[in-house]
């Protein structure tokens, strides 16, 4: 069987091409390809391999001949359209019959310009004229590659109507000779104030039932399937999730790059195990699509990254993932601290009054930027009468740019709440704006909890939205928004005769080319992403956004998992973390509540006029501590002593390591001068030891030290460098908690 090696010098794919069965990504591994494999990540063609040894890359199967088991010929590409199905039929997006009729046509890589290696590989069916191309993409030190899937007709090819289409499909996962027992998957569910609740289960408990398949002569008909529905992308689950090795040696993770609906499903098949990822479908999603010849149908984008060893190897493999693939422009890197006067502050209840004595207060801390949140507009009952974004002269007597002048003469940069994409049932927006700028169903505007949703396929939709966010720019000197999307649009909307996901689908990626646009536009303006707190924390929005919001959550002792698990499905430099300390908060809880934000963004609230000299002392060092953290946050790796945050454990914990790094995937701690800031929670329960291992520093002398506060106050530690234990006792009662910095020696 022909082979095909691909990938760069962190990464290695390996494809079967059968002249009688469509093209299968057979083998995912860290690492480059070997010099005798004779594949070219270069420009050019790559040439096919034959049978032969594969020299330096570890053994995937038994012998040298090229033989590919079975259970590895997973179809790389799965499509469903209307009149073609599955066989057997199931729930499942595989065994699709079109998918087992593709063949592989032709394959080209070449270097882009920019330095990004990259794979076309075409497959065909004669009969229906379907022609399919998967596109990868590496970058040269990145053990991962980003994916995604085209699909057209031939010009003599009968219209079809598509179903579903995959991102990507493999059976490389088991690439050793493991069974599904070997495999746990870690995901995180998410909802509103209880975002990123991560845990970590073996296959077959966490769904896929043991058949004796050799008995039954067929497939299991079982899946496990994680998504979302509707335009809150994380609004159920986080769109990130890895499989990982049970004895820690190998590990794989995703992330689906989708502002909307998504899935992956794992099943196993007649031979196999395999992993899907996709966008929209029909059965979740009401999404089909009419293909006709000369048009090509894009799949969502996703990203897979691959190491040996264990989650937080796989993780530091996404994160360089990310910032690679990032949108970065030059303000970005500023890396402002902001104040906020919502979370348990104003609430959406601004005035000049309340807003005067907070500004001067968070100039004294140490902020950058004051951003003024929701109410701003509002003139009596609101919620279903905004849309024009207009300043409230009831709550501003002298007009808002006197409290925006405010905030630029205490040196910081204004903000406001936005949530640009509704309009209220009761707008005068609703009635004078075209029915096309809108959701509908069946010619009836969608509304949500007092909302229309803006369809922003719209012309008169994006230009009603580009005046708001011109006008507030260029009149007010606005430099951030709040870009808040509290409202969810069901299916979609199937104005224009589309299907519901497929509307749904357009407007997504119409709003990502928006936010292109205004940036373009407006290069000193950042924006923050907020749906409800996470619920649209999603990486097509966060590849070009500043920072997200990663909870409402109002009980700092509740925010601690959150604010630990943030790194696993964005960027450390973009995990935004509310600090809300307040007066009447014992020492203890004040102290929690800052912590919570240092190994992030800080997103800073609170009253803090109302506070003594003292406590004002206290968050004045929160925000000195985290600008430390700062300096080197946008090349820091995260990584979870203590496993990724489950929502109810007593102690949690994370890690930002930078400074000796030795690269993607490295351990925390690897390489000498490593810096590791470790923020260590306890939040219930009366234990009052709890021992973090540090793998990465194994052997070394360690330099344990306070970092915030920099008195450790009922805090005492050592350092086991055989076991590569930190031992942590805290002699203080309640939840509690402290950032710590390790020097290696």
Not at 193 to 222: C, F, K
Not at 229 to 258: F, I, K, M, Y
Not at 264 to 289: K, M, V
Request: glycine share 10%.
């Amino acid at each position: 069987m022909r082979l095909l090696h691909w990938g760069t010098g962190a990464l290695h794919l390996t494809f079967a091409l059968p002249d009688d069965a469509p093209v299968a990504l057979i083998a995912i591994e860290p690492g480059g390809v070997p010099a005798t494999s004779g594949a070219v990540p270069a420009s050019g063609a790559v040439p096919d391999q034959g049978a032969g040894p594969r020299a330096a890359a570890p053994a995937l199967w038994p012998g040298d001949d090229g033989d590919v088991p079975d259970r590895l010929l997973q179809a790389l590409v799965e499509v469903s359209a209307f009149g073609h199905g599955r066989f057997p039929g199931s729930f499942r997006h595989v065994d699709t019959v079109l998918g087992a009729a593709l063949r592989h046509a032709s394959h080209e890589a070449r270097v882009a310009d920019d330095g990004t290696a990259q794979l076309r590989i075409e497959q065909r069916d004669d009969a229906t004229g379907l022609v399919v191309t998967s596109v990868f993409e590496a970058q040269e030190a990145v053990p991962a590659f980003r994916t995604h899937t085209e699909v057209g007709l031939d010009p003599a090819a009968s219209p079809l109507t598509l179903d579903a289409v995959s991102t990507i499909a493999t059976g490389a996962f088991l690439g050793r000779d493991d069974d599904v027992d070997a495999f746990a998957l870690a995901t995180a569910a998410n909802d509103w104030v209880a975002e990123s609740r991560w845990s970590t289960t073996p296959l077959r408990e966490a769904g896929l039932a043991r058949i004796d398949r050799d008995v039954q002569h067929q497939p299991p008909r079982t899946r496990l399937v994680v998504g979302d529905r509707g335009s809150w992308s994380s609004g159920e689950a986080v769109p990130t999730a890895a499989l990982l090795a049970r004895d820690g040696s190998a590990a794989l993770a995703w992330q689906v790059e989708h502002a909307g609906p998504w899935l992956f499903e794992l099943g196993e098949t007649r031979h196999g195990a395999y992993l899907l990822l996709s966008g929209p479908t029909d059965p979740e999603n009401h999404w089909s699509l009419v293909l006709r010849p000369g048009e090509v149908f894009t799949s969502a984008p996703a990203s897979v990254a691959v190491a040996a060893g264990g989650v937080d190897e796989v993780l530091a493999a996404m994160t360089a993932q990310r910032r690679a693939t990032r949108l970065v422009r030059e303000v970005d890197h500023d890396l402002p601290v902001v104040f906020n006067d919502y979370m348990n502050t104003l609430m959406g209840d601004p005035t000049t009054e309340k807003l005067l004595p907070l500004i001067d207060a968070a100039a004294e801390v140490g902020a950058d930027y004051f951003c003024i949140d929701a109410g701003w507009y509002a003139e009596g009952h609101w919620w279903d009468t905004v849309g024009e974004w207009q300043p409230a002269a009831s709550r501003f007597p002298g007009g808002i740019d006197e409290v925006l002048d405010r905030i630029r003469d205490r040196g910081m940069v204004p903000g406001l709440w936005l949530e640009p994409e509704v309009i209220g049932v009761r707008s005068p927006l609703a009635a004078s704006l075209p029915d096309d700028a809108f959701f509908s169903r069946g010619g009836v505007r969608v509304a949500d909890h007092g909302r229309h949703l803006l369809d922003l396929r719209s012309p008169a939709a994006r230009t009603h939205l580009d005046g708001v966010v011109d006008r507030l720019v260029g009149d007010h000197g606005v430099g951030f928004f709040k870009m808040d999307y509290n409202t969810m649009t069901g299916p979609g909307t199937d104005a224009g005769g589309l299907a519901p996901g497929a509307g749904l689908l357009e407007h997504t990626r119409a709003l990502l080319a928006w936010l292109d646009e205004v940036q373009e536009r407006h290069p000193r303006l950042l924006i923050e992403n907020c749906a409800s707190g996470a619920m649209r924390m999603d990486w097509a929005m966060m590849s070009r956004l500043h920072v997200q919001s990663t909870s409402d959550q109002q009980d700092p002792v509740m925010y601690a998992t959150i604010a630990a698990a943030a790194p696993a499905a964005l960027l450390p430099e973009q995990a935004g973390h509310w600090a809300y300390p307040h007066a009447g908060m014992e020492p203890e809880l004040f102290t929690f509540s800052l912590v919570n934000a240092v190994l992030g963004r800080m997103y800073l609230s609170g009253h803090l006029n109302r506070m003594d000299a003292a406590q004002r002392d206290v968050v004045r060092a929160a925000v000195a501590a985290h600008r430390e953290v700062l300096g080197s946050i946008e090349r820091a790796v995260p990584s979870w002593p203590l496993g990724l945050p489950a929502w109810e454990d007593a102690w949690t914990a994370l890690a930002l390591t930078a400074d000796g790094v030795a690269g993607p995937g490295a351990a925390v701690g690897t390489g000498a001068g490593a810096v590791t800031h470790l923020s260590v929670w306890r939040c219930s329960g009366d234990d009052d030891r709890v021992v973090l291992p540090l793998p990465g520093l194994r052997g070394q002398e360690v330099e344990v030290r306070p970092f915030f506060p920099a008195d450790p106050a009922g805090w005492s530690w050592s350092w086991d460098p055989q076991e590569a234990e930190l031992t942590v006792v805290v002699e203080v009662t309640g939840p509690t908690a402290r950032v710590l910095r390790l020097t290696a020696g």
